[in-house]
């Protein structure tokens, strides 16, 4: 009895000295106080209505113990807590934190807060009405912010759904993004990636950012600009995810996981993403041969093609916080891609009068598979000082490509009797392959040396060798044995290897902002036809005679003339290096009638870009206003001409030309043009000056055209929204011609419930004109060349979220679950 009155004084005393000693056990002590403590209560505005999904953490120190977010009626419950002394700190954007001294111990193990009252923070509101058109046009001293989340009409599919309502940026006809008419090099999290648009789901974007002009912090090759799609991420504890369906015609599928679980020092990342058409297309080539003005013949062509395609793309990524300031994140990407591709094709040779010479048809199957995986590590480390910070990472991917090809081409005469003397149908099997490996090592520091200075190094290393080759093969009828037909086989190799370093410096003058930065960059390209034993190289720098082939500087001017108003000015320099298939002198067979060869004299073209940019709040949008200037030495440029052995065969090669300039007005305004009712304007005017000749023949033009973006977004009661938008890109000219106008509408429908359901229906291309082309006049021939990506299609999505703010919660027993499971991390 003695020893149960011992034991109990005992444990008395151990709790009273765990209650005054915050909660912590004594020294040596074994026994824990159990996670039974509430903090609950109600979060309200000035005019006490509740704030939804307001973030409230409990701290110690400045550890997170525990966290949610309000409900729709403002409450919200801490669970499971420990005794001890804490901080409640309440957030939500636009109001002034709270921050509120707790004590739990066994007295009051459960606690009503009452009602807190968050107020108004005037100087965050600015900056807050400003956030919220960052989604149209913010602007930072080197890239404009585009917020993509909320766009309804490309939920559920690809990147290319999302270009479609970025300012400025247009899809050429393989879909590959362009930024003002030059190819974009694409990034993802401000990295380099070998994923094309179709293989990134458009659910796991959050931002785009347009880089228009790229500082030397960027790859020199980047003539085109940068556009860096940023993907969803979360850095706070617990976990959240979401699971997107949908359906539509033509055979559309597609279907999303992802799931984030966060618990310092572990971060764990999984996506997995489907994605299936099939787009039956149409297109068409007219061409009119020409012998001195006059008229000597004609071909007609046309296509009808089934395009099949399935993606599948799975990741996962692991963090470690090593500490607090140094993190390891390993991640690995798969995505896997099957191509289909039926094509039927007539074709028709007439004489200048329009009578039949001949016609034919030819049906091509192709069936394209592919694999790509990529490996990172990467290493970051914060510092004390806030914005100081050093991060490296190792990148390794890997491509592998199957794509065989069977083709019968069936030629008739006049009368449609089959040509004698030559096998028909013609049969040939082209057996294409491609291995390509890439290997990238990249290490940046920023140091802001105080508020208005910041010095940037960097170094990056990258390394491309591949493997390809394409033998083409002809039925014999005589012998019954497929022949290899070694004038249109090739087998390649590939070694590029780029080496650069950079610096930037930015500082403050006067109220001018100045960022100076210069990038130097060693590059050596080498292709080796290993079937006709012909090598094509170029390097540079190859002595010290040209080092200035290598040296890119940048400068960027910004001055911010009050809350409202700011301007920009930049310029650079930048190097295109010419890619294999422009350079490998080999015959790329397309149709009958088209052929491309590459042209093993080319060399680099050098670009100067110059951009000067205002941008205006309004009070009820803004407004963002750029003039520019490119020039660019030695450009590449197609040029396309017939064969000398046969004149229906029309040659594509690349030239360099001697110089070309454009120069333009870039316009973005987003405006609330009624309650509920947004709207978003963009239009590029461009006028174009091309100097190039070939054998003496100019393939000079110049002219002017535009594009033009219209997005309505209308904000319905009970969570509905519609959105509206369409696109029109005037004919611009090019060496030989011009391309023909582009021009379509798309539009939306979602219903958001209370930000768990996200019900989505859209329609692409609503009145099915989205068809691309292009007029080239020469001495030659004219032709008229239409094709189409894709049709008019309906989809439906259905988007799941869900999430948890949980700080332990790998460490909490099944029946101690915390309330309010809302999705709240969205």
Known sequence: MKINIVAFLMLALSIGMSAQNNGAPAAGSKFKMPNIGRLYGKIVDGSKAPVSYASVILLKGDSVIAGNFTKDN?????????????????????????????VINMQNLEQDLGN???????????????????????????????????????????????????????????GNAQLRQNPATIYIDGRPTTLTLDQIPSDQIDRVEVITNPSAKFEASATGGIINIVMKTNSKPGYNGILTAGVGTNDRYNGTFALNIRQKPWGLAIVYNYNSSDNPVHGYTNRTSLLNGETTGY????????????????????????????????????????????????????????????SGYRTAYTHTQFQNYTTKLLYKKTFPKKGQELTADIDYNTLTALSPSNYSTTSLDQWGNALPGQPNPALQVNNGSNISQMYTFQADYVNPINDSTKLELGVRSNYRPSLSYLDVSELNYNTGVYALDTFLTSHYKIKDLVNAAYINYSTRWKRLDFMLGMRFEDSYYQGILTDKNATFTYEYPSSTDNIMNSLFPSLFISKTLNSKQQWQFNVSRKLNRPNYRQMMPFIMFSDKSNYTIGNPNLTPEFITLAEANFSQQLNKGNFLFTLFYRNTMNPLTPYSYPSLTDPTVLITTTINGKQSNTAGVDFTLKYELVKNLEATWNVNLFYTVIDASYEGTSVSNQGSNYTTKLNFVYHFPKSFNFQLSGSYESPKVIPQGTTTALYFADCGLSKDIKKFL?????????????????????????????????????????TMRFGKADASIFKRKPQQQQQGDDGGFF
């Open 116 to 174: 807190l009252t968050l107020g108004a923070d005037d100087k965050l509101l600015k900056t807050v009405e400003i956030d919220a058109e960052k989604s149209a046009s913010e602007m930072s001293i080197d890239r404009k912010v585009f917020n993509v989340d909320k766009d309804i009409t490309s939920k559920g599919g690809t990147a290319m759904d999302v270009m479609k309502n970025i300012p400025s940026v247009t899809l050429d006809d393989n």
């Open 758 to 798: 996200i019900f989505t229906l859209s329609v692409s291309d609503i009145f099915n004109t989205k068809s691309r082309g292009t007029n080239l006049i020469t001495d030659q021939y004219t032709q008229e060349l239409v094709t189409r990506r894709e049709i008019r299609y309906v989809k439906f999505t259905v």
């Open 74 to 102: 403002g409450d919200f419950s801490l669970d499971n807590l420990p005794v001890g002394k804490f901080t409640v700190k309440v957030t939500f954007l636009g109001y002034k934190t709270i921050q509120k001294p707790v």
């Open 299 to 358: 071909l007609n062509s046309s296509d009808n093609t089934n395009f099949k395609h399935t993606f599948q793309m799975g990741s996962i990524a692991v963090d470690y916080a090593l500490n607090n300031r140094n993190t390891l994140t390993l991640s690995q990407n798969i995505v896997a891609g099957d191509f289909l591709t039926h094509d039927n094709q007539t074709f028709n040779y007439l004489d200048q009068n329009g009578a039949s010479l001949g």
